[in-house]
């Protein structure tokens, strides 16, 4: 019996490694198969690395603010009696916006004014007696105090009245009118915006590692999405004292003339900030670059001999992925600070479906050209 069941467990044993011999000679077969096949290829363009010189400058994004710029609100409540501007018209300082009702101040005026008439007339004959020894000096001092009283009162009416009178507090363009004849307005609420348009200024924010560089007086480039190829010149006047704690970056305000009223407060603009001097940097278009949270990197185009790769269809270029680190941008093309060399060839277009090693075929004739300036024609 014991003999029958080891000859059966050989058998199986025996069964089990002829099986395990087949299917490894079979898959040693497939691997040397697919291993004759030339690794895919894919069309790409490409740019050369190379040197240029710089202007110096350091690039930032910001908005445009009024040099004065308020929504105009009145200081106390009360309806709407007079409406005396038009939207987004031009005013001058001192001119007369809106009017509230004050019937009931005006008749608190009269009374007070005959009430402080009264204490001038009554002041005045207290003097008189008192210079013939007739009243007391206390009864002068009360008729004076009375007086001023009166007095004080009429003018603290007067300056109701006056508040009630919302005037321009400067120069400038008014905006679209926020309330209507009639209206119970509050303390506060807005009538309309006043926006002086000349000066304005750009506010924009840099790290505090370009703090060294800055001084009042440097020239500031702006240009808006709203007038293509139009650029704004303008000076840095002031810089905050302090950073930012929490991006830790100084704010920096350039002044615009802006005589043209093409820059409006609001506006996001791109500021460029000239430095003095010119600086050699490796630039590389910005269609090259493929961005990650771990870092910028670009593919490399090499010679199948330089990657060790020798299975290559149609081509001896490949594709090798770099990591590389960025500097500042001047139109299409981006400065690189490490990772390549002038007279690197890199992959500008179809990065997108490349892997290390993967082989590559050039092909520059739809690739379009890049431009330190540039200027897309209107659609």
Do not use: C
């Amino acid at each position: 019996m014991k003999r029958q069941i080891l000859i059966a467990v050989g058998i199986v044993l025996a069964v089990f490694l002829v099986l395990a011999g087949v299917k490894a000679f079979q898959i040693k077969t497939m691997i040397a198969f697919y291993q004759g096949f030339p690794a895919p290829s894919a069309t790409i363009s490409t740019a050369v690395v190379h040197e240029e010189q710089w202007h110096d400058s350091l690039s930032a994004v910001g908005s445009i603010n009024a040099e004065q710029g308020v929504i105009v609100a009145p200081e106390i409540a009360g309806t709407v009696s007079e409406i005396d501007f038009e939207s987004g018209a031009n005013v001058k300082k001192g001119d007369l916006l809106l009017k509230l009702d004050d019937s009931t101040e005006q008749a608190q005026l009269r009374a007070a004014e005959a009430q402080a008439e009264w204490a001038r007339v009554s002041a005045e004959r207290t003097r008189k007696l008192r210079a013939d020894n007739t009243a007391s000096q206390s009864e002068l001092d009360q008729a004076e105090a009375s007086l001023k009283q009166a007095v004080a009162n009429a003018d603290n009416i007067r300056a109701t009245i006056d508040k009630k009178a919302i005037r321009a507090p400067f120069s400038g363009q008014l905006g679209i009118r926020l309330v209507n004849l009639g209206e119970q307005i509050a303390v506060g609420k807005g009538i309309v915006s006043l926006q002086a348009l000349t000066p304005v200024f750009a506010d924009f924010s840099l790290p505090q590692q370009d703090l060294e560089k800055l001084t009042t007086g440097l020239g500031v480039q702006v240009i808006s999405d709203t007038f293509p190829g139009k650029k704004f010149e303008g000076t840095i006047t002031a810089i905050n004292p302090e950073l930012d704690a929490v991006t830790r970056s100084v704010r920096v305000r350039a002044k615009f003339e802006n005589t043209d009223k093409r820059l409006r407060p609001g506006m996001f603009v791109r500021a460029n900030v000239a430095l003095p001097g010119d600086q050699k940097v490796l630039v590389v278009p910005s269609t090259a670059l493929l961005s990650a949270p771990y870092g910028d990197s670009v593919f490399v185009v090499v010679t199948a001999a330089q990657a060790g790769i020798t299975n290559m269809a149609s081509t001896n270029l490949v594709a090798l992925q770099k990591f590389i680190r960025t500097g500042r941008n001047q139109g299409d093309f981006v400065s690189v600070e490490s990772g390549l060399s002038a007279g690197d060839k890199i992959v500008t277009a179809g990065a997108f479906k490349l892997r290390t090693g993967m082989g590559v075929v050039e092909n520059n004739e739809a690739a379009p050209k890049a431009s330190t300036s540039p200027n897309p024609p209107n659609s």
